[in-house]
């Protein structure tokens, strides 16, 4: 026996439970359920309901309903003989639809603070660094094609160079703190690209060192075109934010994933848990939670664990862990869930650090944190579990915000680098691998999506 889908269409969102309990029973678990009719003045809306149950479960349902097991569905044969392909496939669909509501959970390899002489230095060299090579990559002048009316091109120009002329004296007049920036002077062509970083929300001391490094180091011949100062800017905060690289795996990698509660944690370890047994290149993975403060979260695990067909361990003391790991030693990656606690619970934090000390395996830490937090608060959260000694960084909530200038700031301040993305809510596809350039388009465009286009 194994599990069922079955779907169903409601007018009414509070018809789905007692829908869902009379006619499956009170075991069966609801998948998703989107609206594929909206709702207008004449008719109702409609909503598609996906739930899944035990075989075994759904038959005691029925017999205690008196009701008989409706007739599989004969699948037609296919020609090709790779079972375990089929098998794979038949678990990213089922897992592709899935968007469990999962309980939200309120979720750094530490590294000694830069002095402000440093962070200048470090500014002032990538700055220099860039300017070799986007001042040799810039587009030479074309000479105009003699085919044009001379007029017409002229008459263009004039009013190109005056649009410019108004797009930067509009930026200039948004900033009405100019006087504030100290000795700090910003031309007209840099005055969009600063509306755009101070926008963003990044400390404004970083902001205003960039700033003074990018007009320091630019070729002047770059300073009195916009395009290559947007280009230049980007070129170096992409410098100044450190991704990890991720290879193939040659020998067992554990990822612990920490952080506060709230962040989706636990959401993010399932996303990964995926990519890694059904991506590109497929692992033997398998999960390991720590966390048994909270029931229902646990439960929630290892209905994504079971969804995905993947061995799942909960260890509940510190001299477990070795032993966890230890029955997991056919699997090529382990993912292993922790207690999701304040960054202020000191006793929670410590029971962590245990597991840790206590173990002999070679363990990633990754800290977990929201995209959507202050950077204040980033802050703290990261002092707080540096102690763990932070190996990276995973930013989940993309998908609720439009400001990224504090996790520019908090990964400067650290210099921890970024692994992987949470980009949206679904499981398991919304999870992407760091990427600085994405990271920057966030910075100074927002977040238009997953592929931010």
């Known amino acids: 026996m194994g599990q069922l889908i079955y779907t169903f269409t409601v007018e009414d969102t509070e018809e789905i439970i007692p829908k869902v309990k009379e006619d499956y029973g009170d075991k069966a678990l609801i998948i998703t359920n989107k609206q594929i009719r909206p709702k207008t003045i004449n008719r ?5 309901v996906m739930v899944a149950i035990e075989e075994a479960d759904y038959k005691e349902h029925l017999k205690a309903m008196g009701k008989p097991m409706p007739p599989k569905k004969t699948q037609p044969q296919n020609p090709k003989p790779a079972v375990k392909e089929e098998e794979d496939e038949a678990v990213k669909l089922e897992f592709s639809k899935a968007s469990l509501n999962v309980q939200k959970e309120y979720e750094n ?35 105009p094609n003699t085919q044009y009316n001379k007029k017409i091109e002229a008459f263009e120009k004039q009013i190109n160079t005056l649009s410019d002329k108004m797009n930067l004296l509009v930026d200039m007049m948004w900033d009405d703190k100019a006087e504030a920036r100290k000795n700090l002077i910003i031309p007209p062509e840099f005055a969009s690209i600063y509306k755009q970083a101070k926008e963003s929300g990044m400390l404004e001391t970083h902001l205003e060192a960039i700033m003074k490094a990018t007009i320091e180091n630019m070729p002047a011949t770059m300073k009195m075109n916009k395009e290559a100062v947007q280009r230049y800017f980007h070129s170096l905060l992409r410098n100044i934010l450190p991704c990890r690289v991720e290879t193939d795996i040659k020998k067992q990698k554990i990822m612990m994933l920490v952080g506060p509660t709230g962040v989706g944690k ?61 029955s997991l030693s056919s699997c090529e990656v382990i ?11 000191q006793t929670k934090l410590a029971k962590t650090k245990e597991f840790l000390m206590h173990s002999n395996a070679e363990i ?38 439009k400001v990224f200038g504090n996790i520019f700031s908090l990964i400067y301040e650290i210099n921890i680098p970024l692994s992987f993305f949470s980009v949206g809510q679904e499981v398991p596809d919304d999870i992407e691998v760091a990427s600085s350039d994405f990271l920057v388009h966030c910075i100074l465009e927002g977040f238009k999506g997953k592929n931010n286009e």
């Open 335 to 345: 993912l292993v869930d922790t207690i999701g606690n304040s960054q202020y619970d």
């Open 364 to 401: 990633d830490v990754n800290l977990v944190i929201s995209a959507n937090t202050k950077y204040e608060d980033l802050m703290e959260i990261y002092k707080n579990f540096s102690f763990l000694n932070i190996d990276t960084l995973i930013i989940t909530k993309f998908d609720e915000t």
């Open 266 to 326: 636990t959401t993010t370890l399932a996303k990964l848990a995926f990519r890694y047994a059904y991506g590109d290149k497929r692992y033997k993975t398998g999960i390991i939670t720590l966390d048994t403060y909270r029931i229902g979260a646990v439960e929630q695990l290892f209905q994504y664990a079971k969804m995905m067909k993947l061995p799942i361990i909960d260890s509940i003391e510190p001299k477990d862990l070795d032993e966890a790991i230890k």
């Open 109 to 143: 390899y530490t590294k000694p603070k830069p002095s402000l002489d440093d962070f200048k230095e470090k500014l002032s060299a990538v700055s220099s660094e860039i300017s070799k090579v986007t001042g040799a990559s810039l587009p030479e002048y074309q000479a």
């Open 44 to 48: 109702k809306g409609l909503y598609e």
